[in-house]
């Protein structure tokens, strides 16, 4: 079966500068796939290339077999792509509600909407307590989870996460990383970027490390998690 | 007293036609961030069309406001598309100076064709009936204009809060890369902003030549209210274009009664001034 997510040798540059070069990666469906990497390296950078907020000057991105290297991001999410942006980015002023119906737009059925509000709600309880508020009044952990869910309403087939657990306590880090286990548990395919690189590559399948735009290595978790180099250069052991 | 309240009642009847037509300059600035200068003149494209089409086919301007809504959605839409499109995301400048060409453009279009001359059209159905309310006497095309205005910009405002569409314009508004991660198209949502900006003023328009005179110069006092009225009621919001149209108007009329006819709009500009150095948001902005 060919990958559902193929990234064949992208470069991408912000005004004349150079932030991804020649990068590739696959996913494959029911993966949780890991990209590590330090500040700077250009992980955001390749997730919204996939998620068509900005397009590569070179290479390709092919989804379920559909080549989307040039789609605008409101039709990548079409085909069941969703990423959830680095920093929440919430609408600051609506509701929780207004919110997470949001994430829904490209939904037209009210029932299969209600259906997934209920879904979510069950997920993250805090959030029906709290559909009525506008999301700029939440707590940072209660934003979190908001946009997460908000995600899920597009109920897509593989999700995209970029430091969803950026400062978060402890247990609420932990209570993400379970979360994203369950939602793979549900069917849904994950890339996942991560500061908490452990925690990332115990959950994680395989991943692939950036340095400066390009790849520097990839392998299973079990494999990056046993190399001295990552160890040294990601989680400072 | 009587005349108080007469008074009074001017100036809210002003003060409700002064919300809608600030709030389609509102939506814009609120969602866009653009200024539309050629604002006045859609207004005064609204007041021609509706004149003539009364003065050569009959039509009520209680009537054709649902033409000059329509017309200057398509206006509004295709400045969108031809204009403002091409100039977002250059220098912050190239919103302001291309649609001030186009005021110039439309205004100079009727100067030449319908000449300078001023144009009231006369035979409406409501023309001199008024009511008398508590010793006031209050003129009919107005106080159905005033009721029409606050009735447009209620539909506006529930659109914006309650529906799907209205969520989507406030996100476009708040977050316009989020919006498209959410699957809007946020193209499509300026261009039907800008065509709901322009179906704002043209309804005002319309309405408006049941019973004052249009001439190709009438946009431009009406524009530098509506500019008033957006900066005091804070971007983007239709509640606080509302209560600072209000009080726009009754500072007008106020003033004008009290102090003397040629000062009201050197109050309007006063209590403006005023806020806007105690409140640089403006009373009700963010
Ligand atoms: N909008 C932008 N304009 C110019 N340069 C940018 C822009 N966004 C990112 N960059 C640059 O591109 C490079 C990669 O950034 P990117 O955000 O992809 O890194 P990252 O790996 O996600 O980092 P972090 O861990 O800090 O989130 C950085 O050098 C950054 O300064
Ligand atoms: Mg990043």
Redesign the interface.
């Known amino acids: 079966m060919p990958p559902m997510l193929e990234v064949k040798n992208i470069s991408c540059s912000y005004d004349e500068a150079r932030v991804i070069t020649d990068l590739s990666l696959e996913i494959r469906a029911g993966e949780i796939v890991a990209i590590l990497g330090a500040n700077g390296a250009g992980k955001s950078t390749t997730m919204r290339a996939i998620a068509g907020l900005l397009h590569p000057e070179k290479g390709s991105v092919l989804f379920e077999g559909e080549d989307i290297t040039n789609l605008p991001a409101s039709q990548v999410i079409r085909r069941g792509l969703c990423y959830i942006p680095e920093g929440r980015r919430l609408f600051s002023r609506l509701t929780v509600r207004e919110n997470l119906e949001l994430g829904a737009y490209t939904e037209s059925s009210r029932e299969a909407i209600d259906q997934r509000l209920e879904e979510v709600f069950a997920m993250f309880p805090i959030l029906k307590a709290r559909s009525a508020q506008r999301a700029e009044t939440m707590s940072g952990g209660e934003q979190q989870m908001c946009a997460i869910a908000r995600g899920l309403m597009s109920e897509p087939r593989l999700l995209m996460l970029d430091e969803v657990s950026l400062g978060l306590m402890p247990s609420l880090v932990e209570k993400v990383f379970e979360t994203v286990v369950e939602i793979r548990r549900k069917g849904v395919t994950i890339l996942i970027v991560e500061q908490m690189v452990q925690e990332a590559l115990e959950i994680a399948d395989r991943g692939y490390v950036l340095q400066t735009g390009k790849l520097v290595t990839s392998g299973t978790a079990r494999e990056l998690l046993d190399s001295d180099e990552i160890r040294k250069a990601y989680m400072g052991m | 007293m009587g005349n108080f309240l007469q008074v009074l009642i001017d100036g809210l009847l002003n003060g409700l036609l002064y919300a809608l037509v600030a709030a389609g300059l509102s939506l814009i600035w609120g969602v866009m961030d653009v200024i539309n200068f050629a604002h006045g003149e859609f207004l005064m494209v609204a007041m021609y069309l509706s004149y003539w089409l009364g003065f050569l086919l009959d039509i009520d301007p209680f009537i054709s406001w649902i033409a000059g809504g329509i017309f200057l959605f398509l206006l509004g839409a295709v400045t969108y598309r031809l204009i403002i499109k091409n100039s977002l995301g250059k220098a912050a400048m190239a919103p302001l100076l291309a649609t001030f060409g186009l005021s110039m453009l439309l205004k100079n279009f009727c100067m030449n064709v319908f000449t300078p001359n001023f144009r009231l059209l006369s035979g409406n159905w409501l023309e001199g009936r008024t009511i008398a309310f508590g010793g006031a006497i209050v003129p009919l095309p107005q106080l159905v204009t005033a009721l029409f205005a606050f009735a447009v910009l209620g539909v506006l405002y529930w659109m914006l809060k309650k529906t799907?569409l209205g969520?989507?314009i406030?996100?476009t508004a708040?977050?316009k890369?989020?919006?498209?991660?959410?699957?809007?198209?946020?193209e499509r949502i300026y261009l039907l902003v800008f065509g709901m900006g322009g179906a704002c003023v043209g309804i005002a328009g319309s309405l408006m030549t049941s019973y004052l005179a249009v001439y190709p110069e009438v946009g431009g006092l009406f524009s530098l209210i509506a500019f008033v009225v957006v900066a005091l009621g804070g971007f983007g919001s239709i509640p606080g274009a509302l209560l600072a149209a209000l009080l726009i108007g009754l500072v007008e009329s106020f003033s004008g009664f009290y102090i003397a006819a040629v000062v009201k709009y050197v109050a309007v500009f006063a209590v403006y001034l005023g806020v806007i150095l105690l409140r640089p948001r403006g009373l009700f902005g963010w």
């Open positions: 799907r969520w989507a406030q996100a708040m977050d890369e989020a919006a498209e991660l959410m699957g809007i198209d946020t």
